[in-house]
């Protein structure tokens, strides 16, 4: 028995037995070092994709962890050690190493032994075999940053840069409408293409249509697209209306509705300014801001023989577009009609002080409570300034034209204008000898529909040398004088009539005492 104890012992420890273990230990140690160069890689090592340990002797090498979009040429799971493969990529793509081949190094020695490991080389753009020390990817060819484009209502702007200018000769891009046009929006279609040279550049596509969707294509020849984004051009003011028109029946104001050729059309701003035949220096003006599918307004009642200016825009996001300007009168055509802007007259215009009084009434109608009205003063007689300006345009104020006052009118009153004095934001400046003046008392009503402005205005000159009440002086001058050459005209007519009446009388008399002498 013990016999064949230490027989069974000894074949337990055979020789045999020994190397089992041997390759056994050294599997396991292959098997730890590959789970280490996976964890290494992991944490950045990224030359770690390219190396495969393999047992000596092994003329083999795996196919490479890379991306696995990577198409190899050929295709196997097993390459010849400095077998060349051919890399390529999907369409627009490209490697950054188009052809590889692997071979082995020692990386250790075990035991007196060497420990080989696989790299992994590539063809470098000057023909040089290198070794690949990152995972090869597939690139895109073309690369377009998105917070470079610059997108107006009439071009297109986008900078490019190619990875690999090897693969870009040739590269054109082109801007096309997406879909063809169709009235009453129509837009032209843009002819011809752009070749793209160099590395890098920057694209720009015009003239383009407002509130229009284009595509941009570049691609290679033959049929190789890199690049195809679709974008709309941003809106820009809308056309000015092409009809106005009153509707004598109805009493209000017609249009039709504005198309979104050059972007969403979301209103109208509509402008009415009246003037009465009876008082031509007082201007009513009405501004209204209308949904975008209103297309009719009722006009605010007046007196026949009224005059109403209207301007009509459309409205986008980019803003107001242009205007149509109509004028209309009410009454039968034997009604008068106001012919223009005829301001009141000021009183005591000194240039010497700078000073002129005028005579100012509420503009507040008796049912409405009493609102601020103010006084702006402007160097013109120009009518289309002073309509303007009641229409309550404030950046139409500068050098030229200023808030002299702002004044709590309850009763008629006489300001002087031109006396100096300041408030907040006022000043009631001196007038300058030799200007043309027109001062504007405005008063606004705004409501939530609308902002309402009525406007009286005052014009005179101030007239270098003129002093305050010479211009009654001179009236009073001008009735004397006239009424001293009347008497004077009366007593020349009078002795004129004695003188005639003599001469008769003596021709009478002289034939007769002829008649006698003979």
């Known amino acids: 028995m013990p016999g064949l104890r230490n027989s069974e012992w000894g074949s337990d420890f055979s020789p045999a037995w020994g190397l089992q273990a041997r390759m056994a230990l050294h599997s396991l140690a292959l098997r730890f070092l590959l789970a280490l160069a996976t964890l290494l890689s992991a944490h950045g090592q990224e030359d770690l994709f390219n190396i495969q340990i393999v047992p000596q002797g092994t003329e083999m090498c795996r196919r490479p962890l890379w991306d696995p979009r990577l198409q190899l040429a050929p295709n196997q799971l097993n390459y010849k050690k400095n077998e060349e493969v051919m890399l390529s990529c999907p369409e627009g793509f490209q490697p950054s190493f188009t052809h590889v081949k692997c071979s082995s190094e020692v990386q250790s020695f075990t035991r007196g032994k060497p420990v080989y490991r696989e790299v992994w080389t590539g063809r470098n753009s000057r023909g040089v075999w290198v070794r690949i020390r990152s995972s090869v990817e597939c690139s895109e060819v073309l690369q377009v940053d998105p ?63 407002p509130f229009t969707q284009y595509s941009v294509t570049i691609d290679l020849p033959p049929n190789t697209t890199l690049l195809s984004w679709l974008f709309r051009t941003e809106e820009a003011v809308p056309d000015k209306p092409e009809e106005l028109w009153l509707d004598p029946d109805r009493g209000s104001l017609r249009w039709n509705s504005l198309p979104s050729c050059k972007g969403n059309i979301i209103g109208y701003q509509l402008d009415i300014t009246a003037r009465n035949a009876g008082d031509s220096s007082v201007l009513e003006t009405e501004r209204l801001r209308l949904n975008d599918s209103v297309t009719e307004h009722r006009l605010p009642e007046h007196r026949p023989g009224s005059s109403y200016a209207v301007m009509l825009r459309g409205l986008t996001a980019a803003g107001a577009g242009a205007a149509l300007i109509r004028e209309f009168h009410t009454g039968s055509s034997d009604t008068p009609r106001p012919e223009g802007i005829s301001c009141r007259s000021v009183r005591d215009v000194a240039p010497s002080q700078g000073t002129a009084v005028l005579p100012l009434r509420p503009i507040a109608r008796p049912s409405e409570a009493a609102g601020e009205h103010q006084l702006i003063v402007a160097t013109t007689h120009n009518a289309s300034v002073i309509e303007s300006i009641c229409s309550g345009q404030p950046q139409l104020f500068n050098a030229s034209t200023y808030l002299a006052a702002v004044l709590n009118l309850t009763a008629p009153t006489d300001f002087v204008l031109g006396d100096g004095s300041r408030g907040q934001g006022q000043h009631n400046a001196a007038l300058r000898p030799g200007c043309d003046y027109t001062a504007l008392l405005l008063l606004a009503r705004p409501t939530p529909q609308a902002e309402k402005f009525t406007c009286v205005c005052y014009s005179f000159s101030v007239v270098a040398g003129q002093t305050a009440g010479q211009w009654h002086g001179i009236v009073i001058g001008l009735v004397v004088l006239l009424a001293v050459l009347l008497v004077a005209a009366v007593i020349l007519w009078f002795v004129l009539s004695r003188i005639h009446l003599c001469f008769s009388r003596k021709r009478k008399y002289l034939p007769n005492k002829t008649k006698e002498d003979n």
């Open 147 to 209: 917070g470079s484009f610059e997108i107006s209502s009439t071009s297109i702007k986008l900078n490019w840069t190619c990875r690999f200018p090897d693969a870009c000769q040739g590269m054109r891009a082109m801007c096309r409408l997406s879909a063809p046009s169709s009235p009453p929006c129509e837009a032209e279609e843009l002819n011809g293409e752009q070749m793209l040279h160099g590395q890098e550049g920057t694209f720009t596509c015009s003239p383009l249509q």
